[in-house]
Structures are given as C-alpha cells and as structure tokens.
C-alpha cells in the first residue's frame, strides 16, 4: 500500500503562490497516475491536476495558467505550484495515486491551503 503524505499548506494573501509537495511511500514512476484533488467546506472533492506516468499534466478549468503539477521520480515526490492565489482556491488539498493497470488508488491526508486578505 503507497503511504502518501502532503506538506506546504498554509495561510496565503489573494494573488500569493504556494507550492505543495507529496511524498510518497514506494516508487511513483511507471504505472503511477499522480494527482492534486481539493475539497472546499461542504462541496465534492475535484480534481485540480494530474500528471501521468509520462510526465503529462492535466489541469482543471479553474486553475489552468496558474497552475503546474511536476514530480520527482527519484524523489518519489510530486508538486503542485500554484500562483495568483484566489479565496475560491481554499480547500483541503489532497494528493492521489492511481495505479493505471491494478485500479488501486490511495489518498494522503490532505493539506489545508487558505487563502484570504
């Protein structure tokens, strides 16, 4: 079972960047999907980025431009930067593994990232 564990959330001023990191337990390379999801107050978990075994981002809507997913294979180590920070961009943000041929999927613990005034 992959453990995965956040850091880098925190407090952030509108406009302001922060930059996520995921730590995983085992190797990420191969078959491992790789993702940053996020869940606001009483709303669905969404998806905000994911970067593919080949190094392929994908961005939701909402953060396109602001945001870049990027992992270190050797580090077993994924990243999310995001800048020009909005209020709406608060939640608790989660990291995901997907292994793309067994189906399993594991969640870290999430990490709350806040952003107001």
């Known amino acids: 079972q992959v453990q995965l564990v956040e850091s880098g959330g925190g407090l952030v001023q509108p406009g302001g960047s922060l930059s996520l990191s995921c730590a995983a337990s085992?190797?990420?390379?191969?078959?491992?999907?790789m993702g940053w999801y996020r869940q606001a107050p009483g709303k669905q978990r969404d998806m905000v980025a994911t970067?593919?075994?080949?190094?392929?981002?994908n961005y939701a809507s909402a953060v396109k431009g602001r945001a870049t997913i990027s992992k270190d294979n050797a580090k077993n180590t994924v990243y999310l930067q995001m800048n020009s920070l909005k209020p709406e961009d608060t939640a608790v943000y989660y990291c995901?593994?997907?292994?793309?041929?067994?189906?399993?999927?594991?969640w870290g613990q999430g990490t709350q990232v806040t952003v107001y005034p």
């Open positions: 995901k593994a997907r292994h793309v041929r067994k189906g399993l999927k594991y």
């Open positions: 970067i593919s075994s080949g190094n392929r981002p």
């Open positions: 085992e190797s990420i390379s191969g078959y491992y999907v």
